[in-house]
T-cell receptor, first 115, second 116 residues
Framework: SQTIHQWPATLVQPVGSPLSLECTVE??????LYWYRQAAGRGLQLLFY??????ISSEVPQNLSASRPQDRQFILSSKKLLLSDSGFYLC??????????????FGPGTRLTVL | AQSVAQPEDQVNVAEGNPLTVKCTYS??????LFWYVQYPNRGLQFLLK??????LVKGSYGFEAEFNKSQTSFHLKKPSALVSDSALYFC??????????????FGRGTSLIVHP
């Protein structure tokens, strides 16, 4: 069966510090991968998505970046965090094996607080 | 462009009563529609989806949803609510996938509160 992991689960960082959040998927190959941010207002904001290794599409210009160094690994980074980067970060994957539209599977999330 | 509206920020229902969480959508072409549930401090969990076929879709935990093309709606329903159903519910829509990418649009979410 497929599983998705995110770490760390919780993170408190000072303004201006770097960030690295990691997401890995097990049990599938060549998935589509996504990073979302969920602010206190609870809507989901798509940050990045990837259809393959090294292929990253950015949905919102900001001080965050993403990388996909391996097929099932997706990393969210920042060189300098802002207060507005606080939120709940969710990684998700979707299978590309079936021809039809498939649901997304979400990780447990990382709660980031920037002070 | 595609969009999803969840007109209610919060729905309150008594345990044992039927519940409905509303969702309307706008998309070019045939829509693919999804419902997810999120418990506090957790990721979203898939409940059900409509791709084609029967307008009434059955999903996990006794939930079902009715696709209405003329009203562009995909309301989530359950005949008898449980206190444990209290959570945040998201509706999502996507047009036909192309090029391997798949970018659904999510609603803002509806908080369902089931009272004992």
């Amino acid at each position: 069966s497929q599983t998705i992991h995110q770490w760390p689960a919780t993170l408190v960082q000072p303004v201006g510090s770097p960030l690295s959040l990691e997401c890995t998927v097990e049990g599938t190959s060549n998935p589509n991968l996504y990073w979302y941010r969920q602010a206190a207002g609870r809507g989901l904001q798509l940050l990045f998505y990837s259809v393959g290794i090294g292929q990253i599409s950015s949905e919102v210009p900001q001080n965050l970046s993403a990388s996909r160094p391996q097929d099932r690994q997706f990393i969210l980074s920042s060189k300098k965090l802002l207060l507005s980067d606080s939120g709940f970060y969710l990684c998700a994957w979707r299978s590309r094996l079936d021809r039809g539209p498939n649901e997304q599977f979400f990780g447990p999330g990382t709660r980031l607080t920037v002070l | 462009a595609q969009s999803v509206a969840q007109p209610e920020d919060q729905v309150n229902v008594a345990e044992g009563n039927p519940l409905t969480v509303k969702c309307t959508y706008s998309v070019s072409g045939n829509p693919y529609l999804f419902w997810y549930v999120q418990y506090p401090n957790r990721g979203l969990q898939f409940l059900l989806k409509y791709i084609t076929g029967d307008n009434l879709v059955k999903g996990s935990y006794g939930f079902e949803a009715e696709f209405n093309k003329s009203q562009t709606s995909f309301h989530l329903k359950k005949p008898s609510a449980l206190v444990s159903d209290s959570a945040l519910y998201f509706c999502a829509v996507s047009a036909h996938a192309s090029g391997g990418s798949y970018i659904p649009t999510f609603g803002r979410g509806t908080s369902l509160i089931v009272h004992p």
